[in-house]
């Protein structure tokens, strides 16, 4: 339990405004985005500056309590949740919120941790440019947690993962000691790349309270296809070809099923699944001088050539390409009103994609034929979000252990098998430590210890997400 | 000095041709690429295969002997040449250059850390695919070299530096624990992305044995332009311009000096420098459906409008495309002709380009008038190499010294304050230890040493280069 004594030297760093203890307040950020863990804390810590993290976290050395570092809550994995003790506190980010400097020349914008990520898009696009990060919680999740579950989303094809797009960062450390490496350079060797090691680290090696994102010129031409595969369609054969003949102008190749279409309220009747379901294929340019609609034609043209297409409808019209992605982007919402879905956020190698449908699919069925998946998502990085339908009528957290317990060791065995992992882009936090600590070589599991020890030896950082510290790392 | 029995008991673990110590053998191993630093071994060790460079880990703990791993010797900043005590190790990795596997589906190539980096360029050219790292020294730096000094090179650009073509990594640790990460995934968030660590750490934290590379389309159409820059033309405005207009399908955007031109032999008389000097312009393409010349022509049409180019040349032919390319490629060598050049590996924002050649040349000047300057470089990626000319009848080592004491400081200051770097591509090695601890953060110096101190706490990874281990991070 902390010390009284503590709560008072906090309340006198970060003001009435900085710590919340009203029971009321509380309750938001005490239970995880999905709603599986819930958990107690004595007070949200609220800093409004890095020197108030900076505070708190040599408070937090000095009483040995733990920190729940916490941005927009949105973690898919628990990675910002407390734990059931009551003596964990939530720090969150969210009145760090400043926008510091969008340089157009540089490509570059500068942000607190705390900036919700759409408020960091618009502020792009007020400068002319682009925040290529583009996630379904984009309206609520906050720049520190995008950093630290290294954030995939809807654009990692063209533009990469949130470590891609990181060049500068701004960390407290356990001890309150503060790290500045904020620049905005394209090149920069100068010894260990320590970014890094906070980027997908959620929050269990130090705070991130500011970051320098790249930017990119605005990919304002759009060019997208509907298309509706046959039975078979090999979709990594079909990424190269898309990729090469778009001379990687693809920014979204994205795949749908015919069940998790069908999940969708209110789709467009026009655009209907194939046998083999859908890939929803985008190109983007920022040029005036570059014919977007004839390049995805020709690309377009050679996918039906080969085979793989029933047929493929280009959108004619901003209108048509919104339906095409607003049916992409509310599956999550269908699977929701369905009666929720167990999530598996399976990647393999992108040969590989199509040889783990047939082989997850056959382990579903072997444990229960009535199960229904709705499997969609990223399959142009290899990442497949896999998701066993809650049976109408059975208890959801009940469903979700089972499936957990029964059906998910399966899958991730399969998915590992093809050189694959059981968590693409979701991450570790609490829900994911087991299996981190089953499926990581175990060389590799000895320095994910050592270095969480090296940043974190008392546990005070995020303790009970992803693992925990070890001393040393190398025999004297 | 080691002892004779770990000389013994390594003849016995790598066979008579892993153990080198005839000192007209040993001595290419010994001094650096630019003949600036020469240094003592009692032996080069050759393993041929990981376990042998395990081995040579435990061996090298057991005995507390300095260990420096060496790929193709090509380091500018000495990052791979033993001290002069006689008491470390070189630890060549050139036995281990097999090709492990290409894959054109999953777009990767993985390799022994020995390979040679044109040999994986061939590799991958082999199966369709196209390796997009570029570097001059291409045809005798192995892949262990380029990862451990985060090489940049010619396509940085378009296609990032070499961390972020690097999908897996195989390391083996200071004690002779084999780490393996060998994923050919491009989305795996299962803690913290420990490869990065041993990525531009030259060999002090671990030996990279193989690694995983990731490839894409052969961009096989290009179109070049040759831009006479008028005086004053803003770079930062033009690159912008061009990856806007060209949608980021630019891979070069290259600085040329009327100075560095003319140090060129043979020059093309058709190919001069503009007032402002030249910029070398290249778009590609792997798609058939797209028209390259075109994309360029439009893109060229708007710098002239601008007013920035004098002339514009846009290559007709693969001969005249390749003339270009080699007065780039052969600056360098007309340094070297010259007499030699001190060089300054400068990186600042993007936006700072033009800035950093003004407030440059005014400190050299103040410096001594006389000096000649040879400044070139990927300036769309914010480096310039900033070099100065070996006045004829100096001697170049001479020279070397005091530039780097009385003209190199003001230089990097100045880089420095414009939140720029001193060593942009080149890395930290023997060479930029100083200037690393001088212009580091202390909150991230305390950090790399903390990370020294975890992989390398008795200091016999490459002892001497980069930065000196610490013991612990956070205080007790």
Not at 387 to 409: C, H, K, Q, S, Y
Not at 453 to 469: C, E, I, T
Request: proline fraction near 5%.
């Amino acid at each position: 339990m902390p010390d009284t004594a503590m709560l008072q030297r906090l309340r006198e760093t970060l003001g009435e405004a900085g710590v919340l203890t009203d029971p009321e307040r509380l309750a938001p950020y005490l239970v995880d985005h999905r709603d599986l863990v819930r958990g107690k804390a004595p007070a949200v810590l609220r800093p409004s500056s890095v020197a108030q993290v900076q505070a708190i976290m040599r408070l937090a050395a000095e009483y040995r309590v733990g920190i729940v570092p916490q941005a927009g809550n949105t973690s898919y994995c628990a990675g910002a949740t407390p734990d059931a003790s009551g003596g964990q506190f939530v720090l969150s980010l969210e009145r760090l919120d400043k926008v510091r400097a969008v340089d157009p020349l540089d490509a570059a914008i500068s942000v607190d941790s705390g900036v919700i990520l759409q408020r960091a898009q618009e502020a792009a696009a007020a400068a002319g440019l682009y925040l290529p990060l583009s996630l379904g919680s984009e309206g609520s999740c906050r720049i520190g947690g995008v950093i630290g579950t290294n954030a995939g989303g809807l654009s990692v094809l063209r533009y990469g993962m949130t470590r891609d797009l990181v060049l500068g960062l701004e960390v407290v450390l356990a001890d309150g000691t503060l790290v500045s490496d904020m620049k905005k350079l394209r090149k920069n060797n100068t010894g260990y790349d320590i970014r890094q090691n906070f980027i997908g680290a959620e929050g269990t090696l130090g705070v991130v309270t500011g970051a320098v994102l790249k930017l990119i010129p605005v990919p304002h031409r759009r060019a997208t296809a509907w298309v509706e595969l046959t039975a078979g369609a090999p979709l990594p054969e079909m990424l190269a070809l898309v990729r090469r003949e778009s001379s990687d102008l693809v920014s979204s190749f994205e795949f749908i099923t015919a069940r998790s279409l069908a999940l969708v309220s209110g789709a467009d009747g026009r655009l209907k699944s194939g046998s083999g379901g859908v890939i929803l294929v985008e190109l983007s340019s920022s040029s005036q001088h570059l014919p977007i609609e004839e390049l995805l034609e020709g690309v377009m043209g050679e996918v039906v050539e080969a085979g793989w297409a029933e047929d493929v409808i280009i959108a004619q019209t901003e209108a048509q390409r919104a339906d095409m992605w607003r049916i992409r982007e509310t599956i999550p919402e269908g699977e929701k009103h369905f009666g929720g879905s167990v999530k598996h956020d399976i990647s393999v190698p992108l040969g590989r994609t199509v040889d783990f449908l047939a082989a997850g699919g056959a382990a579903v069925a072997a444990y229960d034929p009535a199960l229904e998946l709705s499997v969609y998502g990223h399959v142009g990085d290899g990442n497949l979000h896999y998701n066993v339908l809650v049976p109408p009528g059975e208890d959801r957290l009940a469903f979700t252990d089972r499936i957990g317990r029964e059906l998910a060791p399966a899958l991730y065995d399969i998915a590992i098998g093809m050189g694959g992992t059981f968590s693409a882009e979701h991450g570790v936090g609490r829900l994911k430590r087991g299996l981190l600590q089953h499926y990581a070589d175990p060389g590799r599991y000895r320095v994910l210890r050592g270095i969480k020890g090296l940043f974190d030896p008392h546990g005070v950082m995020n303790p009970g997400a992803m693992v925990d510290p070890a001393e040393g790392l190398i025999a004297d």
